[in-house]
Nanobody, 119 residues
Framework: QVQLVESGGGLVQPGGSLRLSCAAS????????MGWYRQVPGKQRELVAT???????NYQDSVKGRFTISRDNVKKTVYLQMTSLKPEDTAVYYC?????????????WGQGTQVTVSS
């Protein structure tokens, strides 16, 4: 049974920092591309950052230079370090694990963690 469990969300003031964690179980973590997405009510879920099995990263333009995604294959955990947070970063943040090959695609989601940036 695959589980992705996010933690680390909460309320933070503008300009503050948070670190999100996503602990995975039930998958061969090291071969999956891991990602963080976010969603606000009434809007589509959007990509925040991804990190491949080889460590290559990709970021949404609005978070470049402020957010850093990383992974620990031993702990089977992916992190999102968020700094210089803005009110527009407020959203539910979801962890994603995806792997595609000729046999098909495996795609898993966590339950989400709320991040609220407000004074």
């Amino acid at each position: 049974q695959v589980q992705l469990v996010e933690s680390g969300g909460g309320l933070v003031q503008p300009g503050g920092s948070l670190r999100l964690s996503c602990a995975a179980s039930g998958i061969i973590f090291s071969i999956f591309t891991m990602g963080w997405y976010r969603q606000v009510p009434g809007k589509q879920r959007e990509l925040v950052a991804t990190i491949t099995s080889g460590g290559s990263t990709n970021y949404q333009d609005s978070v470049k230079g402020r957010f850093t995604i990383s992974r620990d294959n031993v702990k089977k955990t992916v992190y999102l370090q968020m700094t210089s947070l803005k009110p527009e970063d407020t959203a539910v943040y979801y962890c994603n694990a995806i792997k595609s090959n000729l046999a098909g695609t495996l795609n898993y989601w966590g339950q989400g963690t709320q991040v609220t940036v407000s004074s």
